[in-house]
Each structure stands twice: as C-alpha cells, then as structure tokens.
Nanobody, 119 residues
C-alpha cells in the first residue's frame, strides 16, 4: 500500500482545514487507514482511523469533537476534517495504513503534510 498525504498549510486559530490521503496499491476490505500527527519535540500520536469497507472509525477522545475522519472509496482518498483549530494542533500530519482495525501497528506510511495554526 502507498499513501500520499497532502492539503496541509497555514490556518488561523479557530479556522478549519481538511487534509487528504490518497491510497494506492493493495486495497482490500480489511484495510484500515489512520491519521497521526507529530508536533515539534513531541512523540507521534494517533488521531483517528477508518476501515475501508464499512467506514467504521476509531477516534481520539480529546479530538473527536473537532476532528472527523472520512473516506471516499471511489477516489481512494481518506480525509481528516479539522475544525476549531488551536495552536496546539500545529504538527506534521501523517496518514498510515495497516490490515485490520487498530490504533497501533501501522506498517505503511505516507510522507506527512505540515499544518501550522497561527494565533
């Protein structure tokens, strides 16, 4: 599986941004695509994940009221919609994939896209 994340940029605090992840390669029913982020000086953290077939999602409790993951199977793209952005959301956002639904153990990674939230 290959992944390409794009759509990052500069946004003001309180604004919204959607980042995208284009998926290619071996896409099967039990494929799970997740979003992670890594802020400067911090460890990478799980944000959300979605299953390719059913669209079931795994979310992070502290983010689920502002962030939403979705996928468009026809476009082979997974989206992360981010609302009410805060400066603390500044990070490189990565999409990743694994087979079977989980928050950890992702084997395939995209290159990341930088989201910067300004005050």
């Amino acid at each position: 599986v290959q992944l390409q994340a794009f759509g990052g940029g500069l946004v003001q605090a309180g604004g919204s941004l959607s980042v995208s992840c284009r998926v290619s390669g071996l896409i099967v029913a039990n494929l799970c695509v997740g979003w992670f982020r890594q802020a400067p000086g911090m460890e990478r953290e799980f944000v959300a994940a979605i299953t390719w077939d059913s669209g079931d999602t795994l979310d992070t409790d502290s983010l689920k009221d502002r962030f939403a993951i979705a996928r468009d199977s026809a476009k082979k793209t997974v989206y992360l919609q981010m609302n009410s952005l805060k400066e603390d959301d500044t990070a490189v956002y990565y999409c990743a994939a694994r087979y079977n639904f989980a928050k950890t153990g992702y084997a395939y990674w995209g290159q990341g896209t930088l989201v910067t939230v300004s005050s």
